[in-house]
């Protein structure tokens, strides 16, 4: 018997199965149906060129070869990167479980509670740390977070404030390099200051500090803290964690915001992320969050229950007045970022601090009692020496030993140290540098910036000391949580499909996950050729001239790829076109992403079918005529059909002078069939996180890398420490991203090849349409393309169901948890119905079941439509039924028992939610964002 390839158990239908469906469906062939149902204007010629897929131990094994070009050294290189432990606990019931990696973003409350949980405990560390009272769950990395804080700062400046953002001389270059790619689009002037001896300019709003500085330096910033807010600016500091649990937390000097990274909280460098970003923020800056923040609220029954409080899915709502683009975010990372703070505590977090900056203050003593001079004695990890005429000598005699320092210029060089810093790394250093290392010194940061007052206090933070306290406590996070370990997640647009063993593996390798972002070259090899491979094929897949993977999400793909056209634009002579022609059923981000990058959002309409409104499209070129930058479309259309327009829409779009950007979220329904880059766009995003297997994490990491027509080249993200910054900027802190996890796309796209990846897409769009078929007699497909068919996802209309039975798509949505279904997309992008997209991944069965349940709720809607149940009486309004509720003494419901947790024949795999149905207006009442005492849940 010969092995199966990898791209049939990738592809959860088998052979048989798809002929059935095909006959339910009404074809006799993949091909046939996707004649059907692609216009053939955009269809590929041939087979996508890429290398002819190889089995699984195959793949991995070349890419060990890969990875074997690397030569991973210890890196005191610092920067925002370090060397950190993750505790293997967390390792192995985290990172490498799948309950965690592959849930979606904890929208529906009730199946999230575990990694909501986890969220809740980043916050509260952050806030403690911080010493601010409100922190989100995560961002992207350090530097688009302080990007982040700079607007948010501008939000809430008073009427009439200037337009200056100041920040000072010690932030990280790779922040500062962000940042100058952020303000300049929305007409933010930066002054670069050394803030501890200059005054601030006129028309400052806002002041970013670094704590500890770049150079290592740890300063009393209260004084500056106290200028900036005399002359009415708000002040946001860039701080390490680790370092704050020894020193006075910025909200203690005044700070009204704080930014940073969560990296050194377990996370290996991994060539540059993903890292969880964090911002805190005063309390009265709370409304103003970017990224989503986890609050408690309570369920149905009153039992204490978490959810996305406030602004969860605000672009969806506000769009171009969304507070910022962010959606998938960084929540693996954060998970295990607080993974390692309930592991170590605070004792433990404090150890592990004193324990760098003891290594470091003896490295400082050394150098100091031989002569060598230190720029900083105020220091936390890291010590900057003079080394006048001789720092490249240093460092290379250091890199003979295999340790890595930072070279700051000819004269200086700079050495941090970290969590895994031994005794043999200091030798090493100080043998690089002639002197020697001496037994002890005190730790060197001055008493008046020394903590005081205690942090992580609550009970979260001790109680799981034991590893099998920790590992039970990671494991009961876990089974409160729906992923696809337990089946489906049909989201729209979301894409939730398999994220293999074999692809996840090798993001746990030393060799790739211990390298230094900024390791020099002749240690990167195998890293840069991972990445030009990756990049390439992913361009040939989309039809473009080149990829960056730097973006690390969809979001900053799409303000990279907008801000390339605007530059491209301007460098014409036409930097006068701002006008960015959206159709209204865009994806949020799209809108809260051309506002970032300068632009004006004007919505186009659909028409009655769900495609754009080519007579309105016409209207709004024209009004626009001189101002037109670009339209950006999703396709296929977040309505789920292929639009056989594209192309004349495309066309018309390029003769007015404008450019197309194609959001390729959706290019799960075009990979080898179809190439954006062919049929007539500029540019497009492409979310390895949705299309190319990356799992979700709980709501990121994500990449979405940009992919450029021949003309945009110049104007990809550029790497944040290049001497000469590029034309656009960098858009994430790190060159090349989340690279730590761009093993699973070329792991995806090596084991599946051309013919692979072929019928992956077309498997998914039968999926989509044999679902369409099944459930259209109980639920109106919305819009279908040619012949009545759907892409790779189907909207359906409840919206007269609900006027008929006040059901609501909520309620269908709560009640598909009893039958052990995460909900399809809610009300995006037509309010009142659910999206749904099977993915290629579901077997036959699967979907059956999906479809057997959407039936019998259907029933149970005709039910209350009928009269024979009150809505509010119904299992629907009641969903979704705990453990706890069905087997109460009491039952005075209008239903029985095994209706509601055995509905319909519902016996295998059942799925207890931990919650009732969550009160989201209460909790944004109440509004708590930190651990509530334990307490507050009761007999627990
Ligand atoms: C998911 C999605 C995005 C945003 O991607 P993120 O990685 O979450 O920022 C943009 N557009 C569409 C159509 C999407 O489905």
Redesign the pocket.
């Known amino acids: 018997m010969t092995d199966r390839s990898f791209s049939d158990r990738h592809i959860g239908t088998s052979a048989a199965d798809r002929d059935a469906m095909l006959k339910a469906v009404g074809f006799s062939s993949l091909e046939a149906l996707m004649d059907a149902c692609m216009p053939d204007l955009i269809r590929s010629a041939g087979p996508v060129g890429l290398p002819a897929a190889v089995s699984e131990a195959e793949a991995q094994a070349e890419l060990r070869a890969i990875a074997a070009q690397n030569r991973p050294m210890r890196s005191m290189i610092g920067l925002g990167y370090y060397g950190t432990r993750m505790p293997a606990v967390i390792r192995r019931n985290v990172l490498e479980n799948p309950s965690w990696y592959t849930a979606y973003t904890p929208y529906q409350a009730e199946i999230s509670q575990g990694r909501l949980e986890a969220l809740l405990n980043f916050q509260t560390m952050v806030a403690d740390l911080t010493g601010l009272s409100v922190a989100g769950a995560s961002l992207l990395d350090e530097a688009s977070a302080a990007a982040e804080a700079m607007l948010l700062a501008r939000r809430a400046a008073p009427r009439g404030a200037g337009e200056v953002f100041v920040v000072d001389s010690g932030v990280l270059p790779q922040t500062l390099a962000v940042l100058r790619t952020r303000a300049e689009p929305v007409g933010i002037e930066l002054v670069v200051a050394d803030c501890a001896v200059e005054e601030l300019p006129e028309g400052v709003f806002g002041v970013l500090l670094q704590y500890p500085g770049a150079d290592g330096a740890v300063r009393d910033w209260a004084g500056v803290v106290e200028a900036a807010h005399a002359a009415g600016a708000r002040v946001a500091v860039a701080a390490d964690l680790l370092a704050l649990s020894l020193l006075v937390p910025p909200g203690e000097f005044g700070a009204d915001i704080a930014v940073g990274s969560a990296q050194r909280f377990g996370m290996p460098v991994g060539f540059g992320g993903p890292h969880a970003g964090f911002m805190a923020v005063r309390d009265e800056l709370r409304r103003q969050l970017p990224g989503r923040l986890v609050g408690v609220s309570r369920d149905a029954d009153g039992a204490v229950a978490l959810r996305l409080a406030l602004q969860a899915r605000e672009q969806h709502i506000r769009r171009e007045k969304a507070t910022s ?4 975010a960084q929540v693996l990372p954060a998970v295990i970022a607080s993974s390692y703070a309930v592991w170590h505590g605070p004792e433990g977090l404090e150890r592990i601090a004193e324990g760098v900056a003891g290594r470091a203050a003896r490295l400082a003593a050394s150098l100091e009692a031989a002569g060598v001079g230190v720029v900083h004695g105020s220091l936390f990890d890291t010590v900057v020496a003079r080394a006048p005429g001789r720092a490249d000598a240093v460092v290379a005699s250091a890199a003979a030993y295999g340790v890595n320092l930072r070279r700051v210029d000819g004269d200086h060089v700079a050495v941090a140290c970290d969590e895994t810093t031994s005794e043999a790394d200091l030798r090493i250093v100080c043998d690089a540098f002639g002197v020697d290392l001496v037994d002890e010194a005190p730790v060197a940061v001055p008493a008046r910036l020394r903590r005081h007052g205690g942090f992580l206090t609550h009970p979260v933070f001790s109680q799981y000391r034991s590893e099998t306290a920790m590992m039970r406590y990671l494991k009961r996070l876990a089974d409160a949580d729906y992923g696809l370990d337990r089946g489906m997640i049909p989201l729209g ?2 894409t939730m499909k398999l994220n293999a063993a074999a692809e996840m593996e090798p993001v746990s390798w030393p060799e790739l996950a211990e390298v230094h972002p900024l390791a020099p070259e002749s240690q990167t090899a195998g890293w840069r050729r991972l990445i030009g491979q990756l990049e390439s094929w992913l361009a040939e897949v989309c039809g473009y001239a080149a990829v960056s993977v730097q973006p690390n ?4 793909g ?1 303000l990279a790829g907008l801000l390339a056209i605007r530059a491209w634009q301007a460098d014409r002579g036409e930097g006068g076109r701002d006008v960015c022609l959206i159709p209204a059923s ?2 949020g ?2 809108a809260a992403s051309a506002v970032l990058a300068g632009m004006r959002v004007v919505v186009v309409a659909c028409d009655a079918a769900g495609n754009i409104d080519l007579e309105d499209l016409e209207a709004k070129v024209a009004a626009n005529a001189d101002s037109l930058a670009a339209l950006m479309v ?1 396709y296929p259309s ?1 309505h789920g059909v292929y639009e056989s327009s594209i192309v004349e829409v495309c066309g018309r779009v390029h003769d007015a002078g404008g450019q197309v950007y194609v ?1 390729g ?2 290019l799960n329904a075009l990979v080898g069939w179809a190439k954006p880059g062919r049929f007539g766009a500029d540019v497009s995003h492409l ?1 390895l ?2 299309t190319f297997c990356i799992p979700h994490g709980g709501g990121g990491p ?1 990449v ?1 890398p940009v992919a450029v027509a021949e003309h945009l080249v110049p104007y990809l993200p550029s790497d944040p420490m290049a001497e000469e910054p590029g034309r656009v900027g960098p858009v994430s802190q790190a060159r090349w991203g989340s690279a730590g996890i761009l093993q699973i796309p070329w792991m995806y796209l090596r084991m599946m090849g051309p013919e692979g990846v072929a019928s992956a897409t077309a498997s998914a769009v039968l999926a989509a349409n044999y679902v369409a078929a099944r459930l259209r007699d109980s639920f109106p497909v919305l819009y279908t393309g040619e012949g009545g068919l759907v892409a790779h996802e189907c909207v359906l209309d409840l919206r007269e169901l609900t006027r008929r039975s006040g059901v609501t798509v909520e309620d269908v949505a709560k009640r598909l948890i009893d039958y052990g279904f995460h909900a399809p997309t809610m009300s995006f992008p037509v309010a009142g119905t659910l999206m749904v997209e099977p993915t290629e991944s579901e077997d036959l069965a699967e979907l059956d079941r999906f479809c057997a349940a959407m039936i019998a709720i259907r029933a149970e809607i005709e039910a209350v439509a009928s009269g024979a149940v009150a809505v509010e009486d119904s299992a629907l309004r009641r969903a979704p039924h705990t453990a706890a509720a069905v087997t109460a003494e009491a039952w005075d419901r209008a239903y029985s028992r095994s209706e509601a947790a055995w509905p319909a024949g519902m016996t295998s795999a059942k799925y207890w939610p931990p919650v009732g149905r969550v009160d989201n207006a209460w909790g944004d009442r109440n509004l708590a964002c930190t651990c509530p005492p334990i307490e507050a849940y009761g007999a627990d």
């Open positions: 683009n962010i959606c998938t647009s979301c999400a969809g979001s900053q799409e865009a994806h981000t799209n999703t977040t959001d979220a959706n979310n996180h949705k994500g979405g």
